[in-house]
């Protein structure tokens, strides 16, 4: 049975949360971070959520890619109800549909750029040599095929975070989050970012949401979400004045 016309999911509606609220426990206090948020993100949209630190939009993309639980609601991807799950087949949701772009570059410290580019297809069963190819294509799309053969600790900021974005990508998921993907770039950096995240969203069968204050970016934007203590406040294409 075709389950994501369930809880008022439109069909076409690449992400889906409806009532999905997250609460956490501060000592004996219960924070209400999400308030039920009812939010449907369509394919072959580039879409920017903004917000003042603290408004709950890292919690809110974190229970959309699967990495966090909500405390009530449901969250479909294309489809799955990605909480209904158990946790094997969710981990493996992730990896075949979902790229990931966070602040915190988590690269692995030991391996060089290439490879910590190339973990998600090594993941799927991507014989190494192979992956490590596709993943210097990557980077060289991200002016950085030069930096291959270095390390981590032997790039600057920018450079990792270039490397992240790679890794994110490899696999050519059909669900892209990201989480202030041009905030240690250059504009001219963040421009080639930017390309390559349309290039994923505009496809009909893709996704792309992206978390910024960047306001150099903002005109790329095919619809912007204002995220207010927990809630949407705002639904458009432009930016209230403010943020």
């Known amino acids: 049975m075709d389950t994501s016309a369930i809880g008022g999911c439109k069909p076409e509606a690449a992400i889906c949360t409806r009532g999905v609220t ?25 879409t920017f959520l903004v917000g003042e630190s603290g408004s709950g939009k890292t919690t809110l993309i974190s229970i959309m890619c699967g990495i966090l639980w909500p405390t009530l609601g449901e969250v479909k991807v294309f489809g799955t109800d990605i909480y209904e799950l158990g946790d094997t087949d969710l981990v493996e949701f992730r990896l075949q549909n979902i790229g990931f772009i966070f602040q915190q570059y988590n690269l692995i410290p030991s391996i060089d750029a290439a490879n910590n580019a190339a973990v998600p297809l090594i993941a799927q069963g ?42 994110a990508l490899v696999h050519e998921p059909r669900l892209v989050v990201c989480d202030e993907p041009t905030a240690a770039l ?20 893709r996704a792309c949401i992206i978390v910024t204050h960047d306001n150099r970016i903002f005109d790329l934007a095919d619809r912007i979400l204002v995220l207010e203590d927990g809630r949407i406040t705002h639904d458009g294409t432009d930016v209230p004045e403010g943020h």
Do not use: W, Y
């Not at 206090?29 to 308030?35: A, D, G, S």
């Not at 014989?127 to 294509?137: G, I, M, Q, S, T």
């Not at 990557?138 to 390390?151: P, R, Y």
């Open 22 to 46: 997250r609460d956490f426990q501060a000592g004996q206090q219960t924070i209400t971070v999400l308030h039920g948020i009812d939010l449907d993100i369509r394919a072959g949209e580039l």
């Open 126 to 167: 991507m014989d190494r040599l192979e992956a490590r190819e596709k993943a210097v294509a990557m980077l060289e799309k991200l002016n950085i095929g030069d930096q291959a053969d270095k390390l981590p600790r032997q790039l600057s900021g920018g450079q990792q975070q270039r490397v992240a974005i790679a890794r």
């Open 186 to 205: 250059d504009a001219s950096s963040g421009r080639r970012v930017m390309d390559l995240l349309r290039d994923v969203a505009v496809a009909e069968d």
